[in-house]
């Protein structure tokens, strides 16, 4: 095995023991109270999240043993085995911690196991639905470094990263909209540059760009852009800035639904 391929095993099996262990939160916090909605949005962002593992690891073949048995967590099955129903949330995060560790154990063959580490060059997300095309291979690589800073315990970085990716492509989808519908919505005067994080956030979410997921947002995170300037200084958390990260996920999901 190649020094690269090893280090690219380990990075990955890092992850996935980091999907396990917060897989494990998710899924006892469902177990309390399923209906809770902060609950139902750190499950869906943990999902998504699993989804990008699993189909790097597949090579992006929706035909692999992995990505299969991805998509069969979502399923409930009939007493003949075919598909029926969804199965309940709390249910579909054990099934996904179970194909984890599937990998896992896949990963720590010899061999790298029956798996197919995708190139690293191939974005880990897409940025199609951004309207302004040049800001797209600059948001896949600063999703990248975010991602990385978090796996490298730079949790400032990685925070800050994530809320100026947020930043952009919420800038993004409202100068799509237009000033004339945004004027509607009782939007600020001036150019959306000039508007405050939290602005751009309220607007978005009044014009139906957005749902309630910013909701979430630790107030270090909602004051990224002047965190330790002028003598104001929030410590960030990894708690902030896996709550950062996820919250991305969600408002990625709002702006291209069809992803």
């Known amino acids: 095995m190649s020094e690269s391929l090893e280090e690219q095993i380990k990075n ?15 899924r006892d916090a469902l177990a309390q109270d399923s209906s809770i909605p902060a609950a139902i949005v750190a499950a869906r962002a943990w999902q998504e999240e699993c ?10 073949s ?15 099955r009939s007493a003949r085995g075919n598909a029926a129903e969804g199965a309940a949330p709390q249910e579909i995060v054990q099934r996904l911690l179970d194909v984890l560790t599937q990998a896992v154990a896949a990963l720590s063959r010899k061999d ?4 197919m580490i995708a190139s690293t060059d191939v974005p880990p997300r897409r940025f199609e639905f ?11 690589q600063a999703f990248t470094d975010s991602r990385q800073a978090m796996e490298h315990g730079e949790f400032d970085r990685s925070m800050r990263t994530a809320c100026g990716i947020l930043e952009s492509i919420l ?11 945004l004027a509607t919505t ?74």
């Open 112 to 115: 790298g196991g029956p798996v």
């Open 51 to 60: 989804g990008v593992a699993i189909n790097q690891l597949s090579g992006g």
């Open 62 to 76: 929706k035909a692999h043993w992995l990505a299969r048995a991805f998509s069969d967590a979502f399923l409930m």
């Open 186 to 259: 009782g939007a600020p005067a001036g150019k959306i540059a000039g508007w405050t994080f939290d602005e751009r956030i309220a607007v978005a979410e009044k014009v139906g760009l957005i749902r309630g997921g910013c909701a979430r947002l630790p107030a270090v995170a909602r004051a990224y852009r002047d965190n330790n300037a002028n003598g104001h200084t929030m410590a960030v958390t990894e708690r902030d800035a896996r709550i950062a990260g996820q919250v991305l996920n969600v408002i990625m999901r709002d702006l291209n639904p069809g992803r």
């Open 130 to 140: 951004v309207h302004n095309p040049e800001l797209r291979q600059v948001l896949e």
């Open 171 to 181: 800038t993004d989808a409202l100068e799509y909209k237009g000033p004339a519908e």
């Open 12 to 26: 990955y099996a890092s992850r996935l023991d980091h999907l396990i262990r917060r897989g494990q939160q998710v």
